[in-house]
């Protein structure tokens, strides 16, 4: 996972150089100024006049940009004449000096961009129904806008319903978003691990914390229509977590008219599964859920497994989730409706069975965004940042450099060679980072408009 800043500061590193990345010995009081003892002697008074002053770890928001108004080379010490910078503790950060052209907000929505734009091959299921021929993934899979956008189609005869057994979907910002579950509890904490202790089966696991409240981590797998096949039908819920606290780790199903839990887990700081069947409500259910719990203790649970499945007890496939994967050929298997993007199939497969759907997913959509300095994500420093400079020298690379300061417009002639360069390069990392894939659709390689110049 690498911070908003790490991206912005990855992409200032690189030519041509459009910022510094320094770390500060002292803010002097009363908030004013910055001293880089690295600085001193090196550069002349006035070397950073007009430049942008960043500090990437302040701790309030108000903190963040200020302009410098004059530098003492022989001190190595900045002045700004904003606020005064309500904290003056140097703690484990840094301070970006940007050129005038590149204020922090501009490679801050360049960042955005180019996660936006980057994507890697995804893959998650969608249960199949009896009577069913259409399956909306658009509603599923909201970055899935045209058939370009999905990779391949598969049948797996597997018995799992729901989404994200092994936790190692997490998207968004933060990674405090584990894909097709909701957190709720006040005060709840959720986070990705990786160690202790180590995830029973893949990369990672969800950290549940209670703090005050009970706390639920929920994902809802279906819902029941009229005369559906699973009316009276027995479905196994099965959950393997991690807790050092006995009595306050469970799982549980719903069908919308009862509830059913598992056993507690012990408390012995190790994994354990728990297991729990529900029969079907024969007449009017509503929503099939399954959700991990934190109930009664302030404590922490892993979650390393959750699921249901139209079983009755595990077997060993179900196990090793060991189920064959049969490749599906559009056209002849299934087609598309582009109304809503629904995949349409031309016979029926199941149940028990499962779709897999392997598509191409930005790292962040377009409804999301880092904003917070320590706001995170998960792709790679180096091709984020070569999306960065690719949109973050448009506007320069492009400007009437006759309207610039002298400075300015020399900067703006240097940048044109290098916008190409990076617009080439961003476009070559995206097609290897997807496996030499199709172009995610509608990509267009130009930046959003820069805020100022």
Known sequence: MAALSAFRQHAIRLPPGIGRVYTPASFGAPGLTVVVNALIGLLA???????HLVRAGALTSADLDRDVSSFAGSTGTF????????????????????????PRQTLDDAVNWALQKLTREHADIVPLRYGIDRYPLRALFPWILDPSSVQSVAYRNSPVLSRN??????NGVSAANVDSYTLAGTGAVLSRISASPTPNKGEYAASVQRVGADVTLTQTVLQFHLNDWMRSRTLLLVMVGYSATASILRASISDGVGTQNTSLHSGGSTF?????????????????????????TNGIGIISQLYVADA?????????????????????????????????????YGPPGQLVIKSYRPYLLETERLSAQTDTADAPLVHVAYGVLASALEAVAFADLSSLSPAEAALGARVRGYYQDYVQKFDKLMRQHQNEGPLPPAFRLRAPPARRI
């Not at 060991?322 to 029926?348: H, I």
């Open 79 to 102: 002045t700004h004449n904003q606020t005064a910078y309500s904290d003056v503790t140097v703690g484990t950060e840094t301070i970006e000096l940007l050129q005038e052209a590149f």
């Open 272 to 296: 354990e599964r728990l297991t729990q069947t529900i029969t079907v409500d024969p007449t009017a259910p509503t929503t099939l859920t399954i959700a991990g719990q934190i109930n009664t």
């Open 45 to 51: 008074s006035g070397a950073f006049e007009r430049q």
């Open 312 to 348: 009755t007890a595990i077997s060993d496939a179900l196990e090793e989730d060991a189920y064959v994967e049969t490749p599906l050929e559009r056209g002849r298997d299934y087609w598309f409706d582009q109304s809503d993007m629904s995949l349409r199939l031309n016979r029926n």
């Open 165 to 170: 057994r092994y936790m190692q979907g997490w």
